[in-house]
């Protein structure tokens, strides 16, 4: 794994603190209606999404495979005056707990970062195992329509006075075949005007159609499947859909 090293754990805690959201917040919020169910948050990061949901009551623990990330969930943590037991690391198919959960919630596209099929089939199906019966599973994903080989944009993150950090981002390849976009991120960290370290992460996002979801749902064992377009309920997916939800039942 070389997504969410050094730099870019970073940037992605000092860019997304804690409680900011894209309305997947309130959305999971109102989903998540009984605040003494079990729920478990996979692919937890910075905790951007458990911490303030830890706050309201609810019962919710998360895990990461990304070591950089966890160290800012435990200082997130700390500095909420919360408990920093809640969280280990773990991959979507190896995470193991001695309990089962009322909900799985996967926001902000992270489910993406399975490019696998072997992969999604065996999570889908670690996630139906981790679950109660009627348990809910839910996760956000997006299209890769917006994508434009080559392209570059740049990014500035000023951190202080005297210290910035630089994102260079450039979409590299497009894989239609297996529904896959490569892009490379380019961090550069200076301070007083001086680069003091870079680093380079490769970043590679897969997209599913929406029968294609469904079905592989259907093969994990939920039912009652439903998905809703930009954190609406039931909204239909448009062409123009940013992104878009899915919700599966534990049969």
């Known amino acids: 794994m070389d997504s969410y090293q ?27 209606t009984n605040k003494a169910s079990a729920i478990l948050e996979p ?11 830890l706050q309201q009551g609810y019962n919710i623990q998360g895990f990461d495979l990304s070591n950089e990330m966890l160290g800012y969930c435990e200082e ?22 001695n309990e089962t959960f009322d909900a799985i919630i996967i926001p902000s596209g992270t489910f993406l970062l399975m490019t696998d099929y072997v992969e999604i089939k065996q999570a889908l199906q670690k996630f139906h195992s981790a679950l109660n019966s009627n348990g809910k599973l839910i996760f956000d994903l997006f299209f890769q329509n917006d994508f434009q080989l080559g392209r570059t944009n740049i990014k500035i ?9 630089t994102l260079t981002m450039t979409e590299a390849e497009i894989d239609y075949a297996n529904q896959a976009a490569t892009y490379i991120h380019r961090y550069e960290h200076w301070k007083a005007n001086q680069l003091k370290e870079t680093e380079l992460e490769t970043f590679r996002l897969k997209w599913l159609g929406i029968e294609e979801i469904q079905l592989l ?13 930009d954190y609406q309920y039931k909204k239909s997916i448009t062409n123009g859909t940013e992104i878009f939800t899915v919700e599966a039942i534990k049969s």
Not at 43 to 53: D, Q
Not at 157 to 165: G, H, R
């Open 6 to 32: 050094s730099l870019s754990a970073k940037v992605y805690n000092f860019d997304k603190p804690v409680g900011k959201s894209f309305g997947d917040l309130e959305y999971y919020q109102s989903r998540l």
């Open 43 to 53: 692919a937890v990061g910075t905790g951007r999404i458990m911490i303030p949901l």
């Open 76 to 97: 997130n943590l700390k500095s909420a005056q919360l408990p920093t037991n809640i969280m280990q690391q773990a991959s979507f198919t190896n995470f193991q707990y």
């Open 157 to 165: 993150f000023t951190l202080s006075d005297s210290e910035k950090i």
């Open 217 to 229: 749902l259907k093969e994990a064992g939920f039912i009652d499947i439903t998905i809703s377009a």
